[in-house]
């Protein structure tokens, strides 16, 4: 059973539509009426319908704007446009917004019913599609080109000649195109999970993934060991417009569908193909963090400042030293350090070998540190743990133990780091809606633009910490601010509108009564008999 949301101004209508037709015969649920288009863009953002049937003349917010903010918010929900003949080449033109349906008024209940039973069809293919487990013979071609670039950065050539031959091999293969060689690239990595913590992703799967990716941007992904490797290639423009609206799309469809959890972790932009195994390996460090995340969602440059150093030469035990840190339990990391260094004395390796070793795996938790902590903070740990004069006199034990200390405080300094940093990202953002709450163009989006974090990073920072979200917040505060001005100047209804953010007299007074109770004039006339 699909779920639905209507919104139509006219309540008649919009009844009507609710009591005449027979919901569960057609495969939906009604779960939310509203009036007007902010009124649904809340109810979209609370209740996530699969369907939202909305007419496109609404007051305060046309059909087409919501169409676009529940693009922002909720990419993998359906929307269907109601309109009158004189509005539907105004509709058409919300094409890009991925239309599922146009309906054009009047409409009988049988034919409504109709038009909803062929929409339902329309959705039942897009699950299908979604969970079909196939791979397209184009991908396949690419993969063979894509895959060892990104996972292994081995290579005879270097520099411009070998970002030039790389950029030629995508054209020739059909992956860009011969005027668009200079672009932009971004690595996803995604996993599925089901209830009990299970990896439950298989090579099938890039066809759900890919579904998603074909509607914004070019790509190419393949399957490796449990997850999906993605390229993104585009202008940064068109990255930096796309990137937030895909990842929660795949989140969304992979849970509405597929009753799975995503976890995604997405590297920073990269300006070549030669960077596509930095990235791969950024965005293997983003998934960790993703895992034990709120969203299952996680940019690396939301949680590290600086990119991750070179890790070529890096063995595996390093690479799971990071991980561990990162994102692991203390009796995880305590476990597999007692296992490392039991293997080591167990193998009889050489003194030297171990100290070498021992060299990389401090130096790995120092690259930990250093993406997350300041320079005072890792003079101090450094200072506390002076390992590196102590190597060459202590046995593979006491090495063991005075490293499992050196990673325990490592991992309590990172945690707090990047607490501290999340802390005040989100002290700056609402310092910024705070200062600013009266510009009508201030937005989620607008404000993690400017402190350079996805928006999807910043709403789950903004709801963890107030326990309420953007628009919440912004609304409480222009009201808060109107109410003022209402009760203690002369300024009229619109003056008070301009000056808290809002262009529509109409709507603030909607917004206002709403969250009030009553009117402004009602509220301004109460305070002055009372």
């Known amino acids: 059973m699909y779920t639905i949301v209507i919104a139509d101004d006219e309540a008649e209508l919009?009844?009507?539509?609710?009591?005449?037709?027979?919901?569960?015969?057609v495969g939906f649920e009604v779960v939310g009426e509203a009036e007007n288009g902010a009124e649904a863009l809340e109810l979209v953002e609370k209740l996530e319908p699969d369907l939202l049937l909305t007419d496109v003349r609404m007051p305060f917010m046309s059909g087409i704007e919501l169409a676009r903010a529940v693009r922002e918010i909720r990419p993998n929900i359906q929307i269907a446009f109601l309109s009158g003949f004189d509005d539907f080449t105004y509709a058409q033109q919300a094409i890009q917004y991925n239309i599922i349906s146009y309906l054009l008024k009047p409409i009988s209940s049988k034919e409504l019913t109709e038009e909803l039973k062929k929409i339902k069809q329309k959705i039942d293919v897009k699950f299908q599609e979604f969970t079909k487990k196939n791979a397209e013979q184009e991908q396949q071609n690419l993969m063979v080109f894509f895959m060892p670039l990104l996972l292994d950065s081995f290579s005879d050539t270097q520099g411009e000649d070998r970002e030039e031959a790389l950029t030629q091999e995508a054209v020739s293969r059909g992956f860009i195109k011969p005027e668009h060689t200079y672009m932009h690239y971004t690595v996803l990595v995604t996993s599925f999970w089901d209830e009990k913590g299970r990896n439950r992703t298989s090579e099938g799967d890039m066809n759900a993934v890919n579904l998603i990716l074909r509607k914004y941007i070019r790509y190419v992904s393949f399957y490796t060991d449990g997850r999906i490797v993605s390229l993104l290639a585009g202008t940064r423009t068109s990255l930096t417009k796309y990137l937030h609206i895909i990842v929660e799309d795949i989140s969304q469809s992979v849970r509405r569908i597929m009753s799975l959890t995503a976890s995604i972790g997405v590297s920073r932009m990269v300006p070549?193909?030669?960077?596509?195994?930095?990235?791969?390996?950024?965005?293997?460090?983003?998934?960790?963090?993703?895992?034990?995340?709120?969203?299952?969602?996680?940019?690396?440059?939301?949680?590290?400042?600086?990119?991750?150093?070179?890790q070529e030469m890096v063995q595996a035990a390093v690479n799971e030293i990071e991980s561990l840190l990162r994102s692991g339990t203390e009796e995880e990391l305590r476990a597999y350090l007692e296992q490392l260094f039991a293997d080591l004395e167990q193998?009889?390796?050489?003194?030297?070998?171990?100290?070498?070793?021992?060299?990389?795996?401090?130096?790995a938790v120092?690259?930990?540190?250093?993406?997350?902590?300041?320079?005072?903070?890792?003079?101090?740990?450094?200072?506390?743990?002076?390992?590196?004069?102590?190597?060459?006199?202590?046995?593979?034990?006491?090495?063991k133990e005075r490293y499992l200390a050196f990673c325990l405080a490592a991992r309590e300094l990172a945690a707090e780091h990047r607490k501290k940093s999340s802390s005040v990202i989100c002290d700056r953002a609402l310092s910024i809606m705070e200062s600013r709450f009266m510009d009508p163009e201030l937005s989620l989006n607008s404000i993690s633009g400017e402190i350079s974090v996805s928006p999807n990073y910043l709403s789950t920072l903004i709801k963890r910490s107030t326990g309420s979200t953007f628009i919440d917040l912004l609304t409480r505060k222009r009201m808060?601010?109107?109410?003022?001005?209402?009760l203690e100047t002369p300024m009229k209804i619109r003056e008070i509108s301009e000056k808290c953010g809002y262009n529509d007299?109409?709507?603030?007074?909607?917004?206002?009564?709403k969250y009030e109770g009553i009117s402004p004039n009602a509220c301004r006339r109460k305070h002055e008999e009372g």
């Not at 007299?505 to 009564?513: E, I, L, M, R």
Request: hydrophobic share 45%; net charge neutral.
């Open 14 to 25: 919009r009844q009507a539509l609710v009591r005449r037709i027979n919901w569960k015969e």
């Open 505 to 513: 007299q109409h709507y603030f007074s909607y917004c206002f009564k």
């Open 480 to 486: 808060a601010a109107a109410k003022k001005l209402l």
């Open 347 to 363: 193998e009889d390796t050489p003194a030297m070998n171990i100290q070498l070793v021992m060299v990389q795996l401090i130096a």
């Open 366 to 399: 120092f690259r930990v540190v250093n993406a997350v902590a300041d320079s005072e903070a890792i003079q101090n740990l450094q200072k506390t743990f002076p390992l590196l004069g102590q190597l060459f006199f202590e046995n593979p034990r006491e090495m």
């Open 272 to 310: 070549g193909l030669g960077h596509c195994h930095e990235a791969y390996l950024e965005a293997m460090d983003a998934l960790g963090y993703a895992r034990r995340s709120d969203t299952g969602v996680s940019f690396i440059s939301d949680i590290e400042r600086t990119a991750t150093l070179d």
